[in-house]
């Protein structure tokens, strides 16, 4: 009986950018770079029941400066180790895991769109997580590492929603649903920083040119379901 082939460059990939990840994490405390600090309070006050909002400054405005989804995040965790600051390096293992997870998906992205070989692609995708910028991030609590593995997430399903000529289906899935499911995925992305919008620019441009009228709608809806309720 054969064994289908273990995809050794996606487990190196993932090993590698892990061991990445780990390496950039270092024992500066929350709060050296402000932003950090700001996420871990929100964070407190919703694992705390008192809502989006920043208790320690008089009146306790919320939160809308920061989109919600890095601080629900590390609100989850707060609930699994509520003891600070020994729960510190949890937080910062979050990061790692996120860097992981976006070297995966940029070796997904470049073997499926791309067409790079797999050793090649993974070649790619820890160039990028090792790189010195990304590993910074990654050492402090900022939002970009969940950030950019939604994002190369997102992008993913938005080349899938651009049709090819004469097609009404990718993969067995219509068009309009992935559109719609990239719609969502944006709009997801956006709630972690509101950059992520820009790749809704992105795919209604794209969209509106190759004169896929209901899949832009329809991705637009999607994002809708995140950003208006938000805004």
Aim: charge should be positive.
């Amino acid at each position: 009986m054969n064994r289908p082939a273990t995809p050794w460059p996606a487990v190196v990939t993932v090993a590698a950018s892990l061991a990445l990840g780990v390496f950039a994490m270092n024992p500066l405390p929350i709060g050296a770079f402000h932003d950090d600090a700001r996420y871990l309070l929100l964070a407190r006050s919703i694992a705390e029941g008192t809502g989006y909002r920043f208790v320690f400054v008089p009146g306790a405005p919320a939160g809308t400066h920061f989109p919600p989804a890095f601080p629900l995040v590390l609100a989850a965790l707060w609930k699994v180790a509520p003891a600070f600051p020994a729960s510190v390096t949890l937080f910062k293992l979050l990061n790692a895991l996120l860097l992981a997870l976006a070297a995966f998906a940029a070796f997904v992205f470049a073997r499926a769109r791309a067409g790079l070989a797999s050793w090649t692609a993974a070649g790619v995708a820890l160039a990028f997580a090792g790189s010195v910028p990304v590993l910074f991030l990654d050492g402090v609590l900022f939002s970009e590492p969940l950030f950019i593995a939604a994002l190369l997430g997102a992008l993913i399903v938005s080349e899938r929603a651009v049709r090819r000529a004469g097609s009404t289906v990718e993969g067995g899935i219509p068009f309009a649903r992935i559109a719609f499911a990239a719609g969502l995925a944006i709009g997801a992305v956006t709630m972690i920083r509101t950059l992520g919008i820009a790749l809704g620019v992105g795919i209604a441009v794209t969209l509106i040119r190759r004169r896929q009228w209901r899949e832009c709608a329809l991705s637009m809806a999607g994002i809708a379901v995140f950003v208006v309720p938000w805004q």
